[in-house]
Structures are given as structure tokens and as C-alpha cells.
């Protein structure tokens, strides 16, 4: 079976750090997603309620589909570090991209979740606003953000990496 992960076609190279780093201390994008009980929701509205006074905290998004191969190894590997990675202070937001209506998709991602005992929590991207946005061109991929908070208390984030590929949890790059 031939499988790939690019959703679709570019050109340039994706390994490219020059092409990514025009994202580097950038605010992350803040647009609609899913729940996984199929509410709408603003993407930094997650962490809203996090406010830890002046104290960052870094996260990690983490972008992947049920028919990417590399994002199911990836995940795997994230179910073994996550204790660990809660530990030294790194949330990890999963976003999925298996498309559709969140009506059908939701349900269908989240039962595939529980059949291959992934125990993680992932919201969806159904419109694919981060992929277009950022200029995302293949799965998995990944952008670690610091997360603060300013006097008003209204989130601010900003982009400490990207990653085109699958993410070494023990090495993360913050």
C-alpha cells in the first residue's frame, strides 16, 4: 500500500528553515476549531483559563490525520512522554485533520483514539485554518509557542519553532 502524507501540492522546500522561520517570535494564529463535543471555539480560548500570573508556559501544537502513518507513530510516542512533558510544564494541543463534518468526523476520530488506546484529547481544525495560515503543506506537523499573559490578562503567545516531520518529545527545542 502506497501511502503520503502531503494534503496537498507546494512548490519549494518544506525542510527549509528559511521558509518557516518568517514564523519564529510571531503570535500564534488564533482561529476557529472544534472540541471534540463538536463546539465551536476560538483556538486561544483554550488557554484563557490557564493564567499563571507572569509565568510562560510553553506548548506544543501538534497536527496530525488517522491516515498519516508518521502522525500515528508520532502519537504513540506522545502517549509514552506525556506524564513527563505535563512534568516540565509543556501542554500539548492536538489538532486533527481528517476533514469532513464535524458531525461525522468528531465521533469517528475520537472512537479510532480509544480503538488504538490513545488516551489524548484533540480538537479539530475542520477548515483548515492553521494549515492555510501558516502555509502548512504536509503532515505531521508541529509549532512550539511560549504562552504569557498580559496586564489585562488577554493571552499572548509566540512561535519558538515549527516542525515539518515527527516530534522528538525528549528533545523539544524551547
Known amino acids: 500500500m502506497l501511502c503520503g ?3 496537498f501540492k507546494k512548490e519549494g522546500n518544506f525542510s527549509d528553515s528559511k521558509y518557516f522561520g518568517k514564523w519564529i ?8 476549531i472544534w472540541d471534540s463535543e463538536e463546539n465551536q471555539i476560538d483556538f486561544l480560548s483554550l488557554f484563557s483559563q490557564q493564567k499563571t500570573g507572569n509565568q510562560n508556559k510553553k ?4 497536527m496530525w490525520a488517522t491516515w498519516c502513518e ?10 509514552n512522554s506525556k506524564t513527563e512533558l505535563q512534568g ?4 500539548v494541543v492536538l489538532l486533527n485533520y481528517d476533514g469532513g ?10 472512537a479510532w483514539l480509544v480503538a488504538q488506546g490513545l488516551e489524548l484529547k ?3 481544525d475542520l477548515n483548515e485554518y492553521f494549515l492555510k495560515e501558516v502555509e502548512i503543506y504536509s503532515l505531521p506537523f508541529s509549532i512550539g509557542a511560549e504562552l504569557g499573559f498580559d496586564s489585562p490578562g488577554k493571552v499572548q503567545t509566540k512561535i519558538a519553532w515549527l516542525k515539518n516531520r515527527a516530534v522528538n518529545w525528549d528533545r523539544l527545542g524551547f
Not at 506548548?59 to 501538534?62: A, E, F, P, R
Not at 516540565?88 to 501542554?91: M, N
Not at 463534518?101 to 475520537?110: A, G, L, N, R
Open 25 to 32: 517570535g510571531k503570535p500564534l494564529p488564533n482561529g476557529k
Open 59 to 62: 506548548i506544543v501544537v501538534s
Open 122 to 124: 484533540t480538537y479539530f
Open 70 to 79: 508518521p502522525c500515528i507513530e508520532e502519537l504513540n510516542d506522545l502517549k
Open 5 to 7: 502524507v502531503f494534503i
Open 88 to 91: 516540565q510544564g509543556i501542554e
Open 101 to 110: 463534518i464535524p458531525q461525522k468526523t468528531i465521533p469517528e476520530v475520537k
